[in-house]
């Protein structure tokens, strides 16, 4: 994926790969978006831009030129399906968490007093 233009790469010969093997479409699925891309080898090559960064030489399709339809399987990492929250019903008894820290305080370093992590001195 490029951001400027927003546009999807491909390796060329990758791309000539594909179509000795019969594919007639390439398609990708964005993971982060669950949006999947699709357009056809042939649109690839015909308005596609060639280019090379230094990894070999690739052709890019801007992303408008791309078919573009959401995963039915993809969810959202925002959407989460918490419970509710509910009131202990009182037959546990809650304690506190007591934690004792085994960082060490009060350490010398360079004949400077260092701060201790969790408090103290």
Known sequence: MLTN????ANDIQALHDAERAGAVYCVFTNTDTGIIYRAPIAKIWDM???FDFGYGRQ???TVQNWTQTRDPEYLDPTHT??????EPSGTHDVKPLKYKSRATV?????GVKQ???FGGE
């Open 5 to 8: 233009p927003p546009a999807i």
């Open 59 to 61: 052709i890019m399709l």
């Open 81 to 86: 399906n918490t419970p509710e929250y509910t």
């Open 48 to 50: 596609g831009k060639e």
């Open 115 to 117: 701060l201790s992590l």
């Open 106 to 110: 009060g350490v010398v370093w360079n």
